[in-house]
């Protein structure tokens, strides 16, 4: 869960001359990694001492400064998609931003930056010029290892056809464009052109997600956003599958109502705490034999939350992306989350 730190514009002493213009590291990369570093701008290395400052987590908080400084709004979605064109893939843990006098300090933003010494994260610290003021972004990052003594290795975010792309000793779980698991142990080739889904996995959670682009660059938005709809959560989520669909060029589904059956005797399970069928099975039990299928299960914040937890998934995401002509949803709001059940079928 990305936390927001709480950020105001105290400044302190320390400063340097104002007409020193800020050093910002690059928003862009074209590949996945961690870059322990120094920062260029003098006046974020002198207050970044004893700080595990990266460069590639910088350009993120780069990114985001220059977008505040535009007076966009930066949402969890977008910040993640930013660490996406980075080339960040480890999750975000928090962020702060502060704006102060040109050449001044934020005190409470480089507070919460100390809070991070001796934990094992990566810190994004860097400072931007507007017109009047200096605008700081603070990001952590989770670093933590593919396997015990290790950490992923560089990974390319573009790559041709059929190329072999190294990912390096771990737990891999890697999805084709059409949403399809590949069973893989360090390396895979990408044999399909478009976007390719991967994650590293721990023993309780996912140590980094992320997309690999074949003969293609990735988009400058993510397809699934934050923006909350308003009406039914069940309309809403239709809604949103399919304007997620569409960004991949397919025709828009229609819901079938054996699939929405299904998905509502699932949905029924999940709530209960039952443990939950084979959802292939169910779905040749319901009559789709001889036809791609796909499922997926969700529980969010809010209605488009769920589908962006999906869409970042390999194992559920062929319900959302795979080439299928009919879905069923089933939503269920009690309790104030979002549960939601996603099946698909060619």
Known sequence: ??????????????????????????????????SPGTPRDPLVAAVSDDLPWDETLSGVAAATALAELDG????????????????????????ASASVPQGEVPETLLAEARKQEGRRVDIG????????VDRWVLLVGEHLDARAGGELPPIPRDVALNDEVLLGPGNWVVSDPLGDLRHTDDR????IPGEWMISARGPLAPIATFPIYVDELPPELAPVGCEVGTGDPLTRAFAVVN?????????????????????????????????????????????????????AECRGATVEACVGSIWWSP???????????DIGIAVDTAGGDVHMVLLGAG
């Open 1 to 34: 869960m990305l936390l927001l730190f709480v950020a105001c514009a105290t400044t302190g002493a320390l400063r340097v001359d104002p007409d020193v213009t800020p050093v910002l590291p690059s928003p862009r990369a074209d590949r996945y990694t961690r």
């Open 315 to 325: 194992e559920g995401r062929g319900a959302l992306v795979g080439d299928m002509a």
């Open 243 to 295: 304007r997620v669909r569409a960004s991949y060029g397919y025709p828009a589904v229609t819901r079938d109502p054996a699939l929405d059956s299904v998905a509502r005797a699932r949905l029924r399970g999940i709530v209960a705490g039952e443990p939950l069928a084979d959802a292939r099975a169910q779905l040749r039990s319901a009559g789709f034999i001889g036809v791609p299928v796909g499922a």
């Open 125 to 132: 610290l860097v400072r931007a010029r507007g017109r009047d």
């Open 188 to 191: 895979f080739v990408a044999d």
């Open 72 to 95: 966009d709004k930066v949402d969890a979605c977008r910040l993640r998609w930013m660490a996406v064109q980075a080339g960040y893939p480890y999750p975000l843990l928090g962020r």
